[in-house]
């Protein structure tokens, strides 16, 4: 039977890997969208993709090779206090992302999925030659607002979000790595 407790080993971390390590990359996707707002809405729907489609039921098939570990090395969770606290921590962290980080990034997409909303008498590059062409300094009239100020706050909440997902990431490796308790 110990050859079976190595292959849900081996599936159990290559699923982590597969699962999580995408979601590494979230933090730097966003940080480039700030930079290039355009591009925002693209870079929130392939977030949310990769979270529903990789990353969530990744973790999913995570949760049941550990199950399998559990069982095929007898590890008993109600003893083994690093398991018990890995398995919580795990739990609450997948809830997390499917009822909070995932719905928050969906608003985010819907509210930059048209196009940014006019607002009279903004400043906004001038275009025409009388007043120096494209690039000149702005002109009064009608031009795009910023992003809404609920945007902001769900940016904020999904930045937030983002870091504890991957502060819960890092403490269940290491519960599973070092095994302290």
């Given at each position: 039977m110990a050859w079976l407790g190595t292959i849900f080993l081996y599936l159990h971390v290559?699923?982590?890997i597969?699962?999580?390590?995408?979601?590494?990359a979230f933090p730097f996707f966003a940080a480039k969208a700030a930079h290039e707002p355009q591009h925002g809405n693209f870079v929130l729907r392939t977030t949310a993709f990769i979270q529903s489609r990789l990353v969530e039921p990744g973790a999913v098939f995570v949760f049941l090779m550990g199950v399998g570990l559990i069982v095929t090395r007898g590890y008993n969770p109600l003893t083994e206090i690093w398991l018990l606290i890995a398995i919580v921590l795990f739990l609450i962290t997948l809830f997390y992302s499917m009822l909070v980080q995932l719905p928050t990034v969906r608003k985010m997409i819907a509210l930059t999925?048209?196009?940014p909303p006019i607002v009279p008498d903004a400043e906004r590059p001038s275009d025409t030659p009388a007043m120096g062409g494209p690039g000149a300094p702005a002109a009064p009239g009608a031009g795009p607002a910023g992003p809404p100020p609920e945007f902001v706050a769900l940016a904020t909440k999904a930045g937030r979000g983002g870091q504890l997902l991957t502060a819960m990431l890092?403490?269940?490796?290491?519960?599973m790595i070092f095994k302290p308790f």
């Open positions: 290559a699923g982590a597969v699962a999580f390590g995408p979601s590494i999925s048209g196009p890092f403490i269940i490796l290491a519960l």
